[in-house]
């Protein structure tokens, strides 16, 4: 579904005239099976976060390809990278990142306004979705209403609406209790086996990681050795 071949990156600090590159991402290769739960696991600073911008298309590598499902995505300019990740991407972030001036279903709703469907259309698509994620009577609710897990439940949901393969979550539960992040990495393990969606994740959290298929662990923006297992 996804495979990285030999991705670098780096950014640059310093005065401008005196900028030095600081690399990022070093030699990194790997790959995510269609259907897998795939966890990176790394300490703050690691390259976790920039990796998954790569991979979704918001940063270029400096150098390697990123292909995706057949399609050499590293080489989109950012139109046609913005339209691919509207159509085969979904995004879950640790704050959720919803528009506060916008209810339950009108947040779940945005992507498909982007993608120019239809009202009837979207309408009935988010009333099924959800009552599929529990969030029925905090439809009309907007986001300083809910709760934390509510609001992680709009983002899931968000992501969900368009149908993409590919869903990318960035510390999904990193803002929410522990009771509340089960119960949203159920869901997360639900939807995989549902509904075959992939999961890339990106955690500092050993918890977390243990529900994916495969788990690799970064360091200093290198795949750690022996830090691909499968998980039971």
């Known amino acids: 579904m996804i ?3 030999h991705i670098q990156h780096s950014f640059k600090i310093g005065k401008k005239g005196k900028e030095r590159p ?3 991402l070093k030699d990194l290769s790997f790959h995510v099976e269609k259907g897998a739960i795939v966890s990176i696991v ?3 600073g690691s390259g976790k976060s920039t990796l998954l911008h790569i991979l979704a298309g918001f940063l270029k590598p400096d150098s390697g390809t990123i292909t995706v499902d057949g399609t050499v995505t590293s080489d989109f300019n950012e139109t046609d990278s913005a339209a691919f990740r509207l159509d085969r991407f979904g995004f879950i972030f640790q ?5 506060p001036g916008l209810t339950t279903f009108e947040n779940i709703e945005l992507p498909l306004k982007l993608k ?3 009202r009837t259309v979207r309408k009935a698509e988010v009333n099924e979705l959800l009552q599929q994620v529990g969030l029925q009577e905090v439809r009309d609710h907007y986001p300083n209403e809910l709760s934390g ?4 439940r709009v983002s899931i949901a968000r992501a969900l609406i368009t149908n993409p393969p590919v869903i990318f979550a960035d510390e999904p539960t990193g803002s929410l209790d522990s009771e509340t992040e089960q119960e949203i990495l159920a869901l997360i393990r639900s939807l995989n086996r549902t509904r075959g969606i992939t999961f890339v994740i990106i955690t500092h959290d050993d918890e977390v990681a243990a529900i994916a298929d495969t788990i690799y662990h970064m360091h200093d923006g290198v795949l750690a050795a022996g830090g691909v297992h499968h998980a039971g």
């Open 3 to 5: 495979t990285a071949q």
């Open 22 to 24: 600081v690399p990022v």
């Open 42 to 44: 790394g300490r703050s």
């Open 95 to 99: 704050n959720f990142q919803l528009m």
């Open 116 to 118: 120019g469907i239809s």
């Open 149 to 152: 897990g509510q609001q992680q």
